[in-house]
């Protein structure tokens, strides 16, 4: 079952922060990041394994609850290089497979 | 490493006619994964392998396509007749044990069928 992410875009400028959120109605195990540049391939982020476990990645940052079944990415100090779709991926219980959510438009203007 | 290498980069071709996608995967990865990206039904899952052995094939549309993976080092993705509706971005990606260090992806086909 895909991933619900919210919100579906987001608009900043430069220096501000956002948070993309991604639930579950199955249980989750990890979650995986990645963003996805117009015209380009989705690049990893990073991965989050277990209940509350928080990564980060230059700024960029994420969270991991897994009794809520529901991770969420946060950009702070936004940079025009963070624009880009936003996807969540989860993979199907124990299978290796992702299932990716909609993804989260971002869009840093300067 | 040269990352996930996939070709054509795009494909034009008219309906009915066979279709062959291409991947060469990472040197060492053991999971192979492709994907169609589209507007409407954004990222799904086609088919993986492990160790060259089709795992999971549910998300192949219809009969008219088909994967393949000879070797550890190549992948095709095949349709055959394709159909307008099959015009969308292919993607294949590669993992490596546990998915640990996440996919990575090849930089797409751009398949248009018209």
């Known amino acids: 079952q895909q991933p619900v992410q919210s919100p579906q875009a987001v608009i900043l400028r430069e220096g501000e922060d956002a948070v993309i959120n991604c639930s579950s109605s199955k249980a989750l195990y990890s979650v995986h990041w990645y963003r996805q540049k117009h015209g380009e391939a989705p690049v990893f982020l990073m991965i989050?394994?277990?209940?509350?476990e928080q990564k980060g990645h230059e700024k960029i940052s994420a969270s991991f609850n897994e009794k809520k079944q529901q991770s969420s990415l946060y950009l702070t100090a936004s940079q025009l290089s963070y624009s880009g779709t936003y996807f969540c991926?989860?993979?199907?219980?124990?299978?290796?497979?992702?299932?990716f959510g909609s993804g989260t438009q971002l869009t840093v203007l300067p | 490493d040269a990352g996930v290498i996939q070709s054509p980069r795009h494909e034009v071709t008219e309906m009915g006619q066979e279709v062959t996608l291409r991947c060469k995967p990472i040197s060492g990865h053991d999971y192979l994964f492709w994907y169609r990206q589209t507007m409407m039904r954004g990222l799904e899952l086609l088919i993986y392998f492990n160790n060259n052995v089709p795992i999971d094939d549910s998300g192949m549309p219809e009969d008219r396509f088909s994967a393949k993976m000879p070797n550890a080092s190549f992948s095709t993705l095949k349709i055959q007749p394709s159909e307008p509706r099959d015009s969308a971005v292919y993607f294949c990606?590669?993992?490596?044990?546990?998915?640990?260090?996440?996919?990575?992806f090849g930089s797409g086909t751009r398949l248009t069928v018209v």
């Open positions: 989050l394994l277990k209940g509350g």
């Open positions: 990606a590669s993992s490596l044990g546990q998915g640990l260090g996440g996919y990575t």
């Open positions: 991926g989860t993979p199907s219980g124990s299978a290796r497979q992702l299932t």
